[in-house]
């Protein structure tokens, strides 16, 4: 069997900033852009009662096999809340890596995953591991 795909998700993310209140953000089209995850922190500027919205975007692609799709986030500051195409899927509290089964969350081609993090001191010194989507077989 050829080996299936992962997908590193760790660049060409993009980043808006927002006061805490509203739970649910709507992401506009003109955040900044983040070149790698894994180096990424809050700006200064945004500190206690601010979050930040960081947004990627990936395609994926039909295969011959039956897969699911396992995303791994080893890293991430406490309090990170993961999104998938809308949907809320959990929350990071700092202690463990995410690993989720995002396979009925996810569509062929067009997908996106958001990462909600509260700024301020509690992040000082928080990162981002490398992100990937994992393409897995289907149990039989």
């Given at each position: 069997?050829?080996?299936?795909?992962?997908?590193?998700?760790?660049?060409?993310?993009?980043?808006?900033?927002?006061?805490?209140?509203?739970?649910?953000?709507?992401?506009?089209?003109?955040?900044?852009?983040?070149?790698?995850?894994?180096?990424?922190?809050?700006?200064?500027?945004?500190?206690?009662?601010?979050?930040?919205?960081?947004?990627?975007?990936?395609?994926?692609?039909?295969?011959?096999?039956?897969?699911?799709?396992?995303?791994?986030?080893?890293?991430?500051?406490?309090?990170?809340?993961?999104?998938?195409?809308?949907?809320?899927?959990?929350?990071?509290?700092?202690?463990?890596?995410?690993?989720?089964?995002i396979t009925d969350?996810?569509?062929?081609?067009?997908?996106?995953?958001?990462?909600?993090?509260?700024?301020?001191?509690?992040?000082?010194?928080?990162?981002?591991?490398?992100?990937?989507?994992?393409?897995?077989?289907?149990?039989?």
């Amino acid at each position: 069997m050829t080996s299936l795909p992962v997908l590193s998700l760790d660049a060409r993310w993009r980043v808006e900033y927002f006061e805490l209140d509203p739970d649910l953000y709507e992401f506009g089209s003109t955040g900044q852009p983040v070149e790698s995850l894994m180096g990424w922190c809050c700006e200064g500027r945004y500190d206690e009662g601010w979050a930040a919205w960081l947004r990627h975007t990936f395609w994926l692609e039909p295969l011959d096999a039956c897969v699911n799709y396992v995303l791994e986030i080893p890293a991430a500051p406490g309090r990170t809340v993961l999104y998938v195409n809308g949907r809320r899927l959990g929350e990071f509290d700092g202690a463990r890596p995410f690993r989720f089964d995002i396979t009925d969350y996810v569509a062929l081609e067009d997908n996106w995953i958001g990462l909600r993090v509260e700024c301020g001191p509690c992040l000082a010194g928080a990162r981002f591991g490398e992100v990937r989507l994992r393409t897995v077989p289907c149990d039989t």
